[in-house]
Nanobody, 121 residues
Framework: QVQVAESGGGLVQAGGSLRLSCAAS????????MGWYRQAPGKQRELVAVITSGGSTNYADSVKGRFTISRDNAKNTVYLQMNSLKPEDTGVYYC???????????????WGQGTQVTVSS
């Protein structure tokens, strides 16, 4: 089994910064993409940023230039540095990892429980 756990959320004023971390652990042979999603109250979950095992990244237009996703493959960990935060960035931030459990196994997506980010105006 695989566990994914986020940390680093909290309350911050508009214009401030936060850094989220997400670590995957358990029966892991390799991890392909890792990503961050967020869900605001009353809205659907949306992609924030994703990073491949090779380091290629993709961002939602709303966070480009403000957020940076990175990963440490040796630690099975992905980070999200969030700068110039806005009240509309408020929501629960979820991490996922596309995990291969063995050399001939398929890829399964695992999600964390989420971490709350609140940006006050």
């Amino acid at each position: 089994q695989v566990q994914v756990a986020e940390s680093g959320g909290g309350l911050v004023q508009a214009g401030g910064s936060l850094r989220l971390s997400c670590a995957a652990s358990g029966s892991i042979f390799s991890i392909n993409a890792m990503g961050w999603y967020r869900q605001a109250p009353g809205k659907q979950r949306e992609l924030v940023a994703v990073i491949t095992s090779g380091g290629s990244t993709n961002y939602a237009d709303s966070v480009k230039g403000r957020f940076t996703i990175s990963r440490d493959n040796a630690k099975n960990t992905v980070y999200l540095q969030m700068n110039s935060l806005k009240p509309e960035d408020t929501g629960v931030y979820y991490c996922n990892a596309d995990v291969r459990g063995g050399s001939v196994s398929g890829i399964d997506r695992y999600w964390g429980q989420g971490t709350q980010v609140t940006v006050s105006s």
